[in-house]
Structure formats: structure tokens, C-alpha cells
């Protein structure tokens, strides 16, 4: 059976281009919790939160509920539903889910094609990605659903120990009040925040810890360059820039070079900042060069 046919198939409700990524989120979302057990089975009321802040944030704008998906995906061949009363589907109605206490896991013939072939859960998890989301999402929507791709060999041994804690994302953004820690953006679409990241200071590859005095909340911009060596954080929490980074125009100089020097903006009061620890850590191994020297910036209110 050629399963990523199959994915590439999945069967969605279309009209006039509109999106509906309500399965693939679905099975992004089984093949990371495949990942941690892979015999576990996904209760509907357990997980229809978690589901439901997926689709918020990956799905399409209008109101959606995630019992659609955990009903209909049974029919495209890779996924099963049992209740308390035994195996099927009670339907895709909220309250018939929960009620009948329906659990879903993938189908038998595909967790068994992945004890067999373990690549091939990446290659469906790459598939998914690239049919249904643009690049720019696809490392966040990994985080999101727990899925751990492409592991370089050093970490093979590690993995399977060493799982991501999916709550970290959502903890950073409120010890920062969904705001960056470098220049303020707070930016959202209705209740739901855009281009925001908890980044690791410590990477998690190299023992970076999934909590709070590890993250910060970055826009997508200043996340990018703080993991690329461009930005960083010093003694008093203070932002560095480095000076190997170069860019004359206004939007380089306000975004960027502007910052050094300013403080971090957050977290919020009770909330332990980033320990030292981690810190050293990150401008010893990942920070480029020297930090350029303080300037007259004005610092940001926190």
C-alpha cells in the first residue's frame, strides 16, 4: 500500500478555493503522538483542546471544530475510531464524541508500515507540510503538534528518551504577555496572536530545557536572527547586536541595529527572566563576533 498516495489523497471539503487543512492538521498531529506511543490511542475529549488551538491558529478563519476531522478521516483509510461501546464512529457531532467516549489512533495497517519503516513517518509528516502549508509555518507547526523530524544521528539514541513539551510555546507567550521580548510587537488576528515564537536560548538540540527561564517570546523576524548569531542577550538582560551584522536602511537600523543595548521587554512580574546559565550559553555558542557598542537607543517600557 502506498501510503503517501494516500495522504496526498485525503479527501477534504473545498468550494471556491477555500482552505481546509482540518484532516492534515489532524494527522500532523497523530503522527507526533505516534511518536511518543506509538500504541497510545487519542481520546476525543482529551485532545479536542488541543485540536481546537490548531485549527485556530493553521486552520481557516471561520469557526471550525475539530470533531469534523476526527470523524471523516476514517474514511481516507488512515486513521480508526473506537468508543466505549466498541469500534466506529458515533458520528461527527461534539456532544456524540464525548458522550461515547470516542478515541482515534492511526489505522493498524499504517502504525505497522511505521514500526517497520520508521523514515516513512517523515516522509508523510514532509508531505503533509508541503501540500497544505507554506515553508514559513512548517517549523512551528512541528513544535505545535510535537513532531520531531530528520533527527540528526547524534540525537537518534536521545529522542526517543527525550521528548519536546508542547506546552512550552503557549507558557512563554504568557510570561512575555504575547509580546516580543525585543521590540514590542504584539500583533494578533481576532484572539489569536501572529508571527509570534517561544524561542530557545539554549538550543533544545543541546540540552536546552522546555521552560520558561530557557524562552523568550520573539516575532518571527527577531527570532530568525537571534538563532542565526545577529542578536542576543547580556549581563541586565540587554539586548545584544552584533557587529558583524550590516544594514544601512531605515528598516535595518529601527529593527535591528537600534536595539542594542535596549532591555529585554518583559516577562512579566513573578516570572523568573532567562537564567544566566543559559544566556552565557547562547552568546559563547551561537552569537556572531562582538556586540556592537551601546548607543543613545531609547529603551522600550516593559
Known sequence: ?????????????????????????????ALGRFQEDADGALRYST???DLHRLLAEYGPPHKTTPAYPFHHLVSDGVWEVHTDRGPGSPGS????????????????????ALRREPPLLGRIARLLLDLHFPPSLHSELCEAVGLELEPTESEQLSTARRQRDR????????AYEYRCAFCGYDGRIGAVPVG??????????????????NGLCLCSLHHKLFD?????????????????????SPAAREHVTALAGRPLVGPQPGVRPVAAAHRDWHTSQVFHGEPRPVTAATPLQS
Not at 93 to 112: K, S, T, Y
Not at 236 to 243: A, E, F, M, T
Open 1 to 29: 500500500m502506498d501510503w503517501l498516495e494516500r495522504t496526498a489523497k485525503l479527501r477534504q471539503w473545498s468550494r471556491n478555493g477555500t482552505r481546509a487543512p482540518h484532516k492534515p492538521l489532524l494527522l500532523l498531529y
Open 47 to 49: 485532545v479536542e483542546e
Open 93 to 112: 457531532g461534539v456532544r456524540d464524541l464525548r458522550e461515547a467516549g470516542a478515541a482515534g489512533r492511526l489505522a493498524p495497517d499504517l502504525r505497522a
Open 167 to 174: 506546552q512550552m510555546r503557549e507558557r512563554v507567550l504568557t
Open 196 to 213: 509570534l515564537e517561544a524561542a530557545h536560548v539554549r538550543w533544545w538540540a543541546f540540552g536546552g530545557p522546555d521552560d520558561v527561564e
Open 228 to 248: 542565526k548569531g545577529v542578536l542576543g542577550v547580556g549581563d541586565g538582560h540587554r539586548i545584544l547586536v552584533s557587529q558583524r551584522f550590516v544594514g544601512h
